[in-house]
């Protein structure tokens, strides 16, 4: 019997735990819930959950703090570490600037309080998507470009043969420039079709994930030839890498 996947949710108002574990449970998944980031801790140490919910208010340790060190542990405790835990936040913080520190942090999504349940499965189902936890048809080939190879089955990148590690946002917004070669998307464009209706967010956080990519795949993210700007209108990308 396959053993479905494990979601983490973290969040010290119980009524938040206990609808959401409600909705995921219903969806099949398995759910843990933890009230303070010491217990969040010993629950991806000891269970290694498939995705975390994290609440960015929590008491002792706040959610960006502790993102950085389920990341940590997890990389420690775990063989595959070609691979992050998708990270979402939950959150009734619904500044620009928080929003921008969860993607600066890695985060996969960021959901605003109060949400609907719905789009929050639905939004858990699309990062487990992207992350590989949830499988979509494996028939793309990988991609050869230049000294960048991306393996969309994998779900994994190499840069001059070395294995970049990236968010499941971040690959996937990487892969959908690589499908569309010099072709010129504006940030608006590029929220649609890699966040589509997962998101409602500003076109800030497409900033974010290029200049992430970039700090990994470039080599010179002061001077990207891979992912370029094009002044006034977005950006593209180079499939002629040397």
């Given at each position: 019997?396959?053993?479905?996947?494990?979601?983490?949710?973290?969040?010290?108002?119980?009524?938040?735990?206990?609808?959401?574990?409600?909705?995921?449970?219903?969806?099949?998944?398995?759910?843990?819930?933890?009230?303070?980031?010491?217990?969040?801790?010993?629950?991806?140490?000891?269970?290694?959950?498939?995705?975390?919910?994290?609440?960015?208010?929590?008491?002792?340790?706040?959610?960006?703090?502790?993102?950085?060190?389920?990341?940590?542990?997890?990389?420690?405790?775990?063989?595959?570490?070609?691979?992050?835990?998708?990270?979402?936040?939950?959150?009734?913080?619904?500044?620009?600037?928080?929003?921008?520190?969860?993607?600066?942090?890695?985060?996969?999504?960021?959901?605003?309080?109060?949400?609907?349940?719905?789009?929050?499965?639905?939004?858990?189902?699309?990062?487990?998507?992207?992350?590989?936890?949830?499988?979509?048809?494996?028939?793309?080939?990988?991609?050869?470009?230049?000294?960048?190879?991306?393996?969309?089955?994998?779900?994994?990148?190499?840069?001059?043969?070395?294995?970049?590690?990236?968010?499941?946002?971040?690959?996937?917004?990487?892969?959908?420039?690589?499908?569309?070669?010099?072709?010129?998307?504006?940030?608006?464009?590029?929220?649609?079709?890699?966040?589509?209706?997962?998101?409602?967010?500003?076109?800030?956080?497409?900033?974010?994930?290029?200049?992430?990519?970039?700090?990994?795949?470039?080599?010179?993210p002061s001077e990207p030839t891979i992912l370029q700007t094009v002044w006034g209108v977005g950006y593209k990308f180079e499939p002629n890498v040397t």
């Amino acid at each position: 019997m396959k053993i479905q996947p494990l979601i983490l949710i973290v969040d010290d108002e119980s009524t938040v735990r206990e609808v959401v574990r409600k909705y995921l449970e219903v969806e099949g998944f398995r759910v843990l819930d933890a009230e303070t980031g010491a217990q969040a801790l010993t629950f991806v140490r000891d269970h290694m959950p498939n995705l975390v919910i994290l609440d960015v208010m929590l008491p002792g340790i706040d959610g960006f703090t502790l993102s950085q060190s389920i990341r940590e542990l997890m990389s420690d405790v775990s063989s595959q570490s070609d691979t992050e835990v998708p990270i979402m936040f939950l959150t009734a913080r619904t500044s620009e600037l928080d929003r921008i520190a969860g993607f600066e942090l890695g985060a996969d999504d960021y959901i605003v309080k109060p949400f609907s349940p719905r789009e929050l499965v639905a939004r858990v189902k699309a990062v487990m998507r992207r992350s590989g936890t949830i499988k979509n048809n494996g028939d793309e080939k990988p991609m050869h470009l230049g000294t960048l190879h991306i393996d969309p089955r994998s779900r994994e990148v190499h840069m001059n043969n070395a294995l970049v590690v990236l968010t499941a946002k971040e690959f996937d917004l990487l892969l959908f420039f690589a499908r569309h070669p010099r072709q010129v998307f504006t940030r608006e464009q590029l929220l649609n079709q890699v966040w589509g209706y997962e998101f409602y967010g500003d076109e800030s956080t497409v900033t974010v994930h290029i200049r992430r990519i970039r700090e990994k795949v470039e080599n010179d993210p002061s001077e990207p030839t891979i992912l370029q700007t094009v002044w006034g209108v977005g950006y593209k990308f180079e499939p002629n890498v040397t």
